[in-house]
């Protein structure tokens, strides 16, 4: 499949306002309209510039509706060239004397409908109570609105950038970022060339108290099908007669996973880095409340009993986790056939030192050889769909310090250090292609309900967020190069 990319220049003016870019900021982001927008609709890479020609862009939060890009087999086959959604990238400054951070975003979103269960209409940003509600809000438009509110505030209020901000916007995160890979490789030495740090603010707190983020877990996708007779049977004339494909592909997943939690197949265990003092230290000492976590979910018990051990599992150890069924009868009502085909689908959350390639083997191997002990006349096929990397960094690294002196100065305590038990692997990919130093820095709250109905931010979080980010520019302004 090939995908045509154009690229567009194009204009922000900007406004001034008070002459103190806190006061600024709140007086600013605390008014029922926005001080700056931009309105991401074209489907184009733009190229965004300060000292670009004339032209105004405005982005409203959670104003537009996003919907997943797809793509028709036809289209595939025939080699169509299909545009994808917009990319931007943007620069703020060029003093070669200053450090530059490129900030990571994107403004796509999550399919959602009134009628899924939301109190209000998704793509209509609505306040209630100090709640700003409406797809994307946390995931991840405010976000990267407030990081360009962050940099308008400096030039609002006359006050030189303290370092050069380039933005790298994209529109297809929630479907796999589909083409993200080959624009990073090609803009590696152009755009990112003279970067020195990347932010990624895609991501939340754990509780109500502001945190940094510095590793994620990798994530690899499976399909396992298992394929019988030529067609589905009728199970009163056939059952008892033919090795069924839902029974064996059932004993395989039973094979995966035990009621403990832990992971059955060789090696996935054995790769993990042990628990070390200092990490279950700082778990010990991170704000997390189980009853919370537990009240939020709505379970009665959870997997362990401790916080180090949940938070153990949810960040640092290998999960699995069994998605669902293909070709199985899942409808309401009763039908009484034996599927001739059905494909499990399930997913292996990895950690450092585990790699996507490795985990593929294992995976394979080992239900392979567990279907063989079942001596079935069916056939079984493994495939990995994602193969997504983990990510981890050094919190103790500069640019984490730099962070935690800017929440500081902003909410005047000390933020948790947190991991991400999902995947972010635009993380990873900038990392590994462009060399440059990655940090995870979030404003969302912890329970903004990514993905689900009534998403929202709380406007306490886009404003003091907003803050921190203008903070942080200037705190990563005093590192040395």
């Known amino acids: 499949m090939l995908a045509r990319m154009q690229i567009s220049t194009y204009h922000i003016s900007l406004p001034s306002y008070n002459p103190h870019i806190s006061a600024w900021i709140s007086s600013c982001l605390s008014s029922t309209s926005s001080c700056m927008t931009l309105h991401l609709s074209k489907s184009d890479i733009f190229y965004v510039s300060s000292d670009s020609p004339s032209s105004d862009l405005s982005l409203k939060l959670c104003s537009q509706r996003r919907h997943p890009f797809t793509y028709s087999h036809s289209q595939e ?3 169509q060239i299909i545009p994808l959604p917009s990319l ?3 620069k703020f400054g060029s003093d070669a004397s200053k450090p530059t951070v490129c900030v990571y975003g994107h403004v796509d979103v999550q399919p959602a409908l009134k009628e899924d269960g939301w109190s209000t209409d998704p793509y209509n940003l609505t306040e209630i109570d100090g709640k700003l509600y409406g797809r994307g809000a946390s995931d991840n438009k405010a976000p990267v609105l407030a990081w360009l509110h962050a940099v308008e ?9 303290p370092v050069n901000v380039k933005y790298f916007i994209e529109g297809m995160e929630e479907v796999g970022s589909t083409g993200l890979d080959e624009m990073v490789e090609k803009l590696k030495d152009s755009f990112f060339g003279d970067v020195d740090y990347i932010i990624v603010s895609d991501c939340g707190w754990l509780s109500t108290k502001p945190a940094v983020t510095y590793g994620t877990r990798g994530n690899c996708y499976f399909l396992a099908e298992v394929k019988g007779p030529k067609l589905d049977l009728h199970s009163g004339v056939y059952g008892g007669t033919v090795i069924e494909p839902m029974t064996d592909l059932i004993g395989l997943l039973d094979a995966l996973i035990d009621a403990r939690g832990r992971i059955l197949i060789p090696g996935i265990n054995e790769a993990v880095a042990p628990l070390t003092e200092e990490e279950k230290k700082m778990y010990e000492e991170t704000e997390f409340d189980l009853e919370k976590y537990k009240n939020k979910i709505g379970v009665e018990r959870l997997m362990y009993d401790t916080k ?4 153990s599992h949810r960040w640092r150890y290998p999960t699995l986790s069994i998605h669902g069924i293909e070709g199985a009868f899942s409808a309401s009502g009763t039908k009484t056939v034996i599927p001739a085909r059905v494909v499990a689908k399930f997913s292996i959350r990895q950690v450092p030192n585990m790699d996507p390639k490795i985990v593929e083997t294992q995976v394979t191997d080992y239900l392979n050889s567990m279907f063989a002990l079942r001596n079935s006349p069916n056939t079984l096929k493994i495939s990995m769909v994602i193969g997504a990397k983990p990510w981890l960094a050094d919190f103790k690294d500069p640019i984490y310090v730099a962070a935690e002196r800017a929440i ?3 909410f005047g305590l000390k933020p948790d250090r947190i991991r991400e038990g999902g995947s972010i692997p635009v993380a990873r990919t900038l990392q590994d292609v462009t060399g440059k130093k990655i940090i995870m820095l979030p404003i969302g709250g912890y329970d903004d309900g990514l993905h689900s109905q009534n998403e929202k931010m709380n406007r306490y979080n886009y404003i003091e967020g907003t803050k921190l980010f203008a903070a ?3 705190e990563v302004s005093q590192l040395k190069r």
Do not use: F, M, N, P
């Open 77 to 79: 086959s025939h080699g």
């Open 472 to 474: 942080y520019l200037q």
């Open 88 to 90: 931007v990238t943007a």
């Open 308 to 311: 180090v051990d949940i938070l």
């Open 153 to 161: 505030a400096y030039l609002a209020v006359h006050k030189e950038l």
């Open 408 to 410: 500081q100065r902003v």
